[in-house]
Every structure is written in structure tokens, then in C-alpha cells.
């Protein structure tokens, strides 16, 4: 699968090949994040090719095996949020939360960043995630 699904109250996807095309991308997520790697996209230049249902609060960051989900505000995520997908010419390798990786930048928690992103779900309010009440991070 080489595709991001956009889904709940926006709709649509993103072939991963289209991301070296956004604007705002980077060489080195390093430079706008904080222990992020690889080249790195703005979550903002992403979603500015969906509308989104204004009654949206929040988004839910699922991995593509759906094993983790973290529910974040919709601000956070457009106002700090990258998606790392290349590293060296070649995909975000495994080892480094690739092939999709979101970092948030100055995020409440690192738990926000998702490895292995797969979907993007867009809802009114948050919803059950995998993020601790009260993350020791």
C-alpha cells in the first residue's frame, strides 16, 4: 500500500509520491522537529487539498496495521505536525517509524507521534486512542 487515506468528516488520498511535491517540504525533518528524520512535509501543505467538514475538531492518526490510533486536536496537527516519508532518496525505513512517519512538533505529548501512518481520520470530538490519560512524556 503506497497511499494515505484521508477519511471521517474529509475525504480522499495521497499516493505517498505526490508528498515531494507539497510546499513547506524539507531535507531534514531535524530542522523542524525535534528527533524527527528524513524528508519531512508540513501536515498543513497536506491538508490544505481537502476540505474538511468545518464541525472537525479532531484528527485520529491511525497506523496501517490499526494496532495504534492518537486522537489530536486539529490545531496541534496543522500547526505542528510533518510527515517524514523519504530518508537518503529512498522510503522512511521501518527502524525509522517509516514508510509515513508524524512527528508533532512542541506537541503535549510524544505519543502523538504515530509510526507507520495509514490513515488520517477526521472527526467532531476525540475519539478512543492509544494515548495514556497522563503521558510520562
Known amino acids: ?14 499516493d505517498w509520491s505526490q508528498l515531494d511535491g507539497l510546499n513547506g517540504r524539507v531535507d531534514d525533518a531535524a ?5 524527527a528524520v528524513g524528508a519531512a512535509v508540513p501536515v498543513s501543505a497536506l491538508l490544505a487539498g481537502f476540505p474538511i467538514d468545518p464541525a472537525a475538531t479532531h484528527c485520529s492518526v491511525v497506523s496501517r496495521d490499526a494496532a495504534y490510533t492518537a486522537s489530536i486536536p486539529i490545531g496541534d496537527l496543522r500547526d505542528g505536525g510533518w510527515l517524514a516519508y523519504a530518508l537518503d532518496g529512498a522510503p522512511l525505513p521501518a527502524d525509522k517509524g517509516g514508510p509515513l512517519r508524524l512527528t508533532v512538533a512542541q506537541g503535549n505529548t510524544l505519543c502523538w507521534n504515530v509510526k ?4 488520517l481520520r477526521f472527526t467532531a470530538g476525540k475519539e478512543p486512542d492509544n494515548v495514556p490519560e497522563r503521558p510520562k512524556h
Open 1 to 14: 500500500m503506497s497511499e494515505l487515506n484521508i477519511t471521517g468528516l474529509a475525504q480522499g488520498s495521497v
Open 31 to 35: 530542522t523542524v522537529a525535534q528527533g
Open 116 to 119: 507507520d501512518v495509514g490513515e
